[in-house]
Nanobody
C-alpha cells in the first residue's frame, strides 16, 4: 500500500493562493486514479479534483473550477493542487487519495468511496 503525505496547507487571506503537495511513497503510475478531497468538521468529505495518472483527464467540483488546478509530477511521485483566488468557504482539511483498482476513473467529481489510500490531511484556512 502506498503512503501519501500532504503538505502546503496554511492560513491565507481571501483572494490568496496556496499549493498543496501530495508525496507518494511509491510510483504514482501504479495508481490509475488520484484525487483531492476536503472536509469540514460535521460535514461529509467532498471531492475537489481528480486526475487520471496515465491519461490527460481531470475533473473538478463546480465550486473550484477556474480557481484550482490538479497536476502530477511523475518524476517526483507527487500530486499537486494549485489553489488560487481562495475563498473563506474553501476552509477545510484537504486530503489526497489514490486508487489502483479501477481502470476507469470517471469524468465526474471524485467520490470518497472509490479511493482506498489516503493521506493524513493538511489544513487550509482562508480568512475574509
Amino acid at each position: 500500500q502506498v503512503q501519501l503525505m500532504e503538505s502546503g496547507g496554511g492560513s491565507v487571506q481571501a483572494g490568496g493562493s496556496l499549493r498543496l503537495s501530495c508525496a507518494a511513497s511509491a510510483t504514482i503510475s501504479s495508481r490509475n486514479c488520484m484525487a483531492w478531497f476536503r472536509q469540514v468538521p460535521g460535514q461529509e468529505r467532498e471531492g475537489v479534483a481528480g486526475i487520471w495518472t496515465d491519461y490527460p483527464y481531470t475533473t473538478y467540483h463546480d465550486s473550484v473550477k477556474d480557481r484550482f488546478t490538479i497536476s502530477l509530477d511523475k518524476a517526483k511521485n507527487t500530486m499537486y493542487l494549485q489553489m488560487s483566488r481562495l475563498k473563506a468557504e474553501d476552509t477545510a482539511m484537504y486530503y489526497c487519495a489514490a486508487d489502483r483498482r479501477r481502470q476507469y476513473c470517471g469524468l465526474d467529481v471524485p467520490r470518497p468511496g472509490d479511493y482506498e489510500e489516503w493521506g493524513q490531511g493538511t489544513q487550509v484556512t482562508v480568512s475574509k
